[in-house]
């Protein structure tokens, strides 16, 4: 079994910064893509970047150039490093993963972790 843990989320004025991380576990043999979704209350889950095992990225309009995704293989965590913050960032920032276990390419989601953007 795999588990995605997020961590780091919180409240933070506007302007300011946060790093969320997502921490893969279990028994697996590699992980591939890594992907940060966030949902807002009332909106439909968005994508807001996404991360290739070779280090390729793929960033939402909305966030590039204030927000940088990065991760250690070694931890098997991705990393979400949030500047710039805005109001309409807040929402519950969920982790997703490619997972190869065995034969099998699956994938996972963490629980989420509340960001909210606030003065």
């Known amino acids: 079994q795999v588990q995605l843990v997020e961590s780091g989320g919180g409240l933070v004025q506007p302007g300011g910064s946060l790093r969320v991380s997502c921490a893969a576990s279990?028994?697996?043999?590699?992980?591939?893509?890594m992907t940060w979704f966030r949902q807002a209350p009332g909106k439909q889950r968005e994508l807001v970047v996404s991360?290739?095992?070779?280090?390729?990225?793929n960033y939402a309009d909305s966030v590039k150039g204030r927000f940088t995704i990065s991760r250690d293989n070694a931890k098997n965590t991705v990393y979400l490093q949030m500047n710039s913050l805005k109001p309409e960032d807040t929402a519950v920032y969920y982790c997703?993963?490619?997972?190869?276990?065995?034969?099998?390419?699956?994938?996972?989601w963490g629980q989420g972790t509340q960001v909210t953007v606030s003065s």
């Open positions: 991360i290739g095992s070779n280090g390729r990225t």
């Open positions: 997703n993963a490619d997972v190869l276990s065995g034969l099998r390419l699956k994938q996972y």
């Open positions: 279990g028994s697996f043999v590699s992980i591939g893509a």
